[in-house]
Antibody
Framework: QVTLKESGPGILQPSQTLSLTCSFS??????????VGWIRQSSGKGLEWLAN???????YYNPSLKNRLTISKDTSNNQAFLKITNMDTADTATYYC???????????WGPGTMVTVSS | DIQMTQSPASLSASLGETVTIECRAS??????LAWYQQKPGKSPQLLIY???SLHTGVPSRFSGSGSGTQYSLKINSLQSEDVASYFC????????FGGGTKLELK
């Protein structure tokens, strides 16, 4: 049974760095073809893909946010991480992690964690 | 980036009716398309991948079709549990999503 769960700070101030953790079970990020992706959803911009990290440690970022994003993983503890620097009120959203495959669609999603950026 | 235009933005249908949702890509995505269902307060759930392949456990009343830049999701015999928002996602290039279709019961 594949499960994922996101955790984050809930609220942070503008210009701070957001750190998110995705804890998963039922698969391994050391398995060929597996990836974990981060996607966010806000009322203003809908669903927006942020980044993927693959079993071989390849990393891909949304070009429009690339200079603010860092994705990483801890394979032995079944976790993936995302950092977003210089947070703004426009980054207020629900952040999801999801399992991906070699074809870049997402077959299992976490329940999401709401992040509010406010001074 | 590839833009995904989804229509309609909202839809009202009766139980038992057949519903079709469309998604148009700004360029050919060679069947690199997925459909998701999202119920209020929940995360998206995969329905269809590779434009027409049904994800494990998804009822057979859901089907996907299309090619090139034009794709559609069809729901046969609408059930009350199908009330949700539906999103398309292309993955021929880095992933982008359609704006969503909110499906309600008439």
């Amino acid at each position: 049974q594949v499960t994922l769960k996101e955790s984050g700070p809930g609220i942070l101030q503008p210009s701070q760095t957001l750190s998110l953790t995705c804890s998963f079970s039922g698969f391994s990020l050391s398995t060929y073809g597996m990836c974990v992706g981060w996607i966010r959803q806000s009322s203003g911009k809908g669903l927006e893909w942020l980044a993927n990290i693959w079993w071989n440690d390849d990393k891909y970022y949304n070009p429009s946010l690339k200079n603010r994003l860092t994705i990483s993983k801890d394979t032995s503890n079944n976790q993936a991480f995302l950092k977003i620097t210089n947070m703004d009120t426009a980054d207020t959203a629900t952040y999801y992690c999801a399992r991906g495959s070699s074809h870049w669609y997402f077959d299992f999603w976490g329940p999401g964690t709401m992040v509010t950026v406010s001074s | 980036d590839i833009q995904m235009t989804q229509s309609p933005a909202s839809l009202s249908a009766s139980l038992g009716e057949t519903v079709t949702i469309e998604c148009r890509a700004s360029e050919d995505i060679y069947n690199g398309l997925a459909w998701y269902q999202q119920k209020p307060g929940k995360s998206p759930q995969l329905l269809i991948y590779n434009a027409n392949s049904l994800h494990t456990g998804v009822p057979s009343r859901f089907s996907g079709s299309g090619s090139g830049t034009q794709y559609s999701l069809k729901i046969n015999s609408l059930q009350s549990e199908d009330v949700a928002s539906y999103f398309c996602q292309q993955y021929y290039d880095y992933p982008t999503f359609g704006g969503g279709t909110k499906l309600e019961l008439k």
